[in-house]
C-alpha cells in the first residue's frame, strides 16, 4: 500500500479521526454563527474572490515579466 510506505498504522488512524472531527466541528461553528455570517459578512465571497484573482494575475504577470 502507497501510504504504509510513508505512514504508521497510527499515524494514519490519527490522520482519519482529525479530518474528520475538523469537519463535524467545522460544520458545527459554521451552522451556529450562521445569523452572523449573514449580517456581519454580506457579499464577502465576492470580494475575496476579486481580490484572489487580483493576486493570481499580479502573481502570473511577475513569472512572465521575469521570465521564470
Known amino acids: 500500500m502507497f ?3 510513508y505512514f504508521t498504522t497510527g499515524r494514519i488512524i490519527f490522520m482519519i479521526f482529525f479530518i474528520l472531527a475538523f469537519i463535524v466541528l467545522m460544520t458545527y461553528s459554521y451552522r451556529k454563527d450562521i445569523k452572523n ?3 456581519y459578512y ?3 465571497g ?3 474572490l476579486i481580490y484572489g484573482g487580483i493576486i493570481v494575475l ?3 504577470a511577475i ?3 521575469t521570465g521564470q
Do not use: M, P, W
Open 3 to 5: 501510504l504504509s510506505a
Open 42 to 44: 454580506k457579499g464577502a
Open 58 to 60: 499580479i502573481f502570473v
Open 37 to 39: 455570517h449573514e449580517r
Open 63 to 65: 513569472r512572465l515579466y
Open 46 to 48: 465576492k470580494k475575496v
